[in-house]
C-alpha cells in the first residue's frame, strides 16, 4: 500500500505537478515553442484549406453541368488544359441523333481583359442565350448572358475593380457587367461569360466551337447515347459529364497537389525541428532536476511522461494558436486576395490535429533518448 502510495505522487494528479513546474521554470522557452509549433500549424492549415478551395471552385463551373457528355476535339480530355477546336456546323448532326434532347454549343476564347488602367487576361467563355446547360451559378446580377453584357466571375471582378453595371473592354468590345459568378475560378485564370455570337467576334476566324454540351432525353440511358455519337461523329471526342469533370479534377492534382504537400511536409518538418530543439535544449538545462527525480525515486516512464506531456501541452497551444491565426488570415486572404480560395472541412482540420499530435511526439523521441542517459549520480555534479 505505502509503495502504490508513493507511486501514486509521480502520476498526473498524483500531488507532484512536475509538468507544470517544468513548463513554469522557462515559460519563455515554452511560448516560444508554442509559436513555432502553431505557425507550422498556420501553413498546415492553410495549405490543406487551399487544396480543397482550389478543389471545388476551379473545377465547380464544369462539375455541375446538368448534362450527360461532352464532345471536343479528338484526344481532348479536360477543359483547364487543353485546347478544342471543332466545327460549328457539328451541332446539327449531333441534334439528329436518337435520343438527344439538347446539344449547347460553347466557345472558348483567352483574351485580355481591360477596365482603366486594370486589365488581366482570362478565358472567355460564349454560351448559347436559350440555353441553361452552360450558364454559371451566379452570387449577384443575373446568370443568362445577353447582348453587350458579360457574367464575370466574383475573382476576376475584384482584380479589375469592377461592379454590376460596370463595363470593360475586350479586344476593342465593350461590355457591361451584368452577373458575378461563383465556381469560375482556376486560380491561375478565370471565367467570364458572354453570347457566344459576341464571343466569335473576339476570334479572327468563324464556323468553330471549342465544346459540345450534349443532354439525353428522358428514358435515354446516357451510356447508350453516347456510344452512338461515338459511332456516328468517330473525328470527335465523346466523354461522359463525370468523367469529363474527373480528368479536370486529375488535371489540378496532377499541378497542385505536389506543391502543396512538398511544403506540407516541409511545415511539419520545421515543427518538428522547433519542438525538438526546444524540448532538447529544456533537458540540457534542466538536467539535474531530471536527475534529482530519478534519484528520488522517479522511474524512467514517469520522466519520459513529464517529457511527452510538455511536448503535447505545446502541442495543444500551438493548436489553439494556430487556428486562431488561420481564422485571421483567411479572412484577410478572403477580401484581398479572392483569386486564392480557402475552404476548411471539419475533417480536414481534424487530420491537422492528428498530424501535429504526431508531430509533437516525434518532437520528443530525440529529448527522451538524452534522459534515458541520465544517472541519478548526476544531481551531485557541481
Known amino acids: 500500500m505505502r509503495a502504490a502510495r508513493h507511486r501514486a505522487r509521480w502520476l498526473p494528479g498524483g500531488g507532484v505537478p512536475l509538468t507544470r513546474g517544468m513548463i513554469a521554470c522557462d515559460a519563455t522557452r515554452f511560448a516560444i515553442t508554442i509559436a513555432g509549433v502553431g505557425m507550422a500549424v498556420v501553413l498546415m492549415l492553410f495549405l490543406v484549406a487551399l487544396y480543397n478551395g482550389v478543389r471545388t471552385e476551379s473545377n465547380g463551373w464544369v462539375a455541375s453541368r446538368p448534362v450527360d457528355a461532352w464532345v471536343a476535339q479528338m484526344n481532348t480530355t479536360n477543359f483547364i488544359k487543353a485546347s478544342s477546336f471543332v466545327p460549328a456546323s457539328l451541332v446539327d448532326s449531333l441534334r439528329e441523333e ?53 457574367i464575370l466571375d466574383g475573382a476576376l471582378a475584384h482584380r ?36 457566344i455570337d459576341e464571343a466569335r467576334d473576339l476570334l479572327p476566324i468563324r464556323g468553330i466551337a471549342s465544346y459540345f454540351l450534349i443532354r439525353a432525353a428522358p428514358g435515354v440511358r446516357a451510356e447508350e447515347l453516347i456510344g452512338r455519337l461515338r459511332a456516328r461523329s468517330p473525328h470527335v471526342a465523346v466523354l461522359p459529364q463525370a468523367i469529363f469533370a474527373e480528368n479536370n479534377m486529375e488535371e489540378l492534382r496532377g499541378g497542385l497537389v505536389p506543391i502543396l504537400a512538398t511544403v506540407a511536409v516541409l511545415g511539419g518538418i520545421v515543427a518538428v525541428a522547433v519542438l525538438t530543439l526546444l524540448l532538447y535544449g529544456s533537458v540540457l538545462e534542466r538536467r539535474e532536476d531530471y536527475a534529482l ?90
Request: glycine residues 12%; aromatic residues 4%.
Open 160 to 195: 479589375l475593380g469592377v461592379h454590376l453595371g460596370d463595363s470593360l473592354d475586350l479586344e476593342g468590345h465593350r461590355f457591361h457587367v451584368t452577373g458575378i459568378s461563383r465556381g469560375t475560378n482556376s486560380v491561375l485564370t478565370q471565367f467570364a461569360f458572354v453570347t
Open 98 to 150: 436518337p435520343g438527344v434532347a439538347e446539344v449547347t454549343p460553347l466557345l472558348r476564347v483567352i483574351t485580355l481583359f481591360e477596365s482603366g488602367p486594370r486589365h488581366a487576361t482570362a478565358v472567355v467563355i460564349g454560351l448559347d442565350p436559350g440555353s441553361a446547360a452552360g450558364r454559371p451559378d451566379v452570387i449577384a446580377g443575373t446568370s443568362r448572358p445577353e447582348t453587350g453584357g458579360m
Open 293 to 382: 527525480l530519478k534519484a528520488l525515486g522517479a522511474s524512467s516512464g514517469v520522466v519520459a511522461r513529464v517529457v511527452l506531456a510538455q511536448a503535447m501541452t505545446a502541442v495543444c497551444g500551438g493548436l489553439i494558436v494556430g487556428t486562431l491565426v488561420y481564422a485571421i488570415v483567411a479572412a484577410l486572404a478572403a477580401r484581398l486576395v479572392p483569386a486564392v480560395p480557402l475552404s476548411l472541412a471539419v475533417e480536414a482540420a481534424a487530420l491537422v490535429a492528428a498530424g501535429a499530435f504526431v508531430t509533437g511526439a516525434l518532437g520528443a523521441l530525440v529529448p527522451l533518448r538524452r534522459i534515458a542517459r541520465i544517472h541519478p549520480a548526476e544531481v551531485f555534479r557541481a
